[in-house]
Antibody, heavy 119, light 111 residues
Framework: EVQLAQSGAEVKKPGESLKISCKAS????????IGWVRQLPGKGLEWMGI????????RYSPSFQGQVTISADRSISTTFLQWSSLKASDTAMYYC????????????WGQGTLVTVSS | QSALTQPASVSGSPGQSITISCTGT?????????VSWYQQHPGKAPKLMIY???NRPSGVSNRFSGSKSGNTASLTISGLQAEDEADYYC???????????FGGGTKLTVL
């Protein structure tokens, strides 16, 4: 069974750094894209960026370029989303998603990681 | 402001059919058959329901169907059931921009 297992909820202070993870299982990690989607509290979905673990090709939404970094570790089939300096406005649920190469849908989705940034 | 426009809410009674629209532009929905739909129950992760405008993944009920006309895609749910009550999001590939965009979401209430 294909699964994306995300790391647990985080509570951080403004200015702190954070790295959350998404571990893939049940398929060949290097042959699918893994992306990240943000959902602000009570709001809709926003596509953040995506990485192809096979060659580390990474694309970002202009809205998130320079704000976050997406990376992957093939040895542990895990993709990461990181911030160097969190803001209160980063408080949201973050989902990782799998995308087949050359296709335009996302399946499955991870269970989500809730990030709360508060002083 | 979301890239794709969906109605904020729709409702229907059990057994009825409802349609949720998703309007974009010629740069996304109108230009490509790459529309997908996702169902999100409260507190849960979204789930793929329709891909490439009208295709259902294995395991998704045939009560769910998708279509497209011009710059507008639609999701139709027939034979409404209580379990269909959820938020629904459309998504499309978009050229010369963020490769994929979402709609603002539609809350479906089963009366």
């Amino acid at each position: 069974e294909v699964q994306l297992a995300q790391s647990g909820a985080e509570v951080k202070k403004p200015g702190e750094s954070l790295k959350i993870s998404c571990k893939a299982s049940g398929y060949t990690f290097t042959t699918y894209w893994i992306g990240w989607v943000r959902q602000l509290p009570g709001k809709g979905l926003e596509w953040m960026g995506i990485i192809y673990p096979g060659d580390s090709d990474t694309r970002y939404s202009p809205s998130f370029q320079g704000q976050v970094t997406i990376s992957a570790d093939r040895s542990i089939s895990t993709t990461f989303l990181q911030w160097s300096s969190l803001k209160a406005s980063d408080t949201a649920m973050y989902y990782c998603i799998r995308k087949p190469d050359s296709k335009n849908w996302f399946d499955p989705w991870g269970q989500g990681t809730l990030v709360t940034v508060s002083s | 402001q979301s890239a794709l426009t969906q109605p904020a809410s729709v409702s229907g009674s059990p057994g009825q059919s409802i349609t949720i629209s998703c309007t974009g532009t010629s740069s996304d929905i109108g230009g490509y058959n790459f529309v997908s739909w996702y169902q999100q129950h409260p507190g849960k992760a979204p789930k793929l329901m329709i891909y490439d405008v009208s295709n259902r993944p294995s395991g998704v009920s045939n009560r769910f169907s998708g279509s497209k006309s011009g710059n507008t895609a639609s999701l139709t749910i027939s034979g409404l059931q209580a379990e269909d009550e959820a938020d629904y999001y459309c998504s499309s590939y978009r050229i010369n921009s963020t490769p994929w965009v979402f709609g603002g979401g539609t809350k479906l209430t089963v009366l």
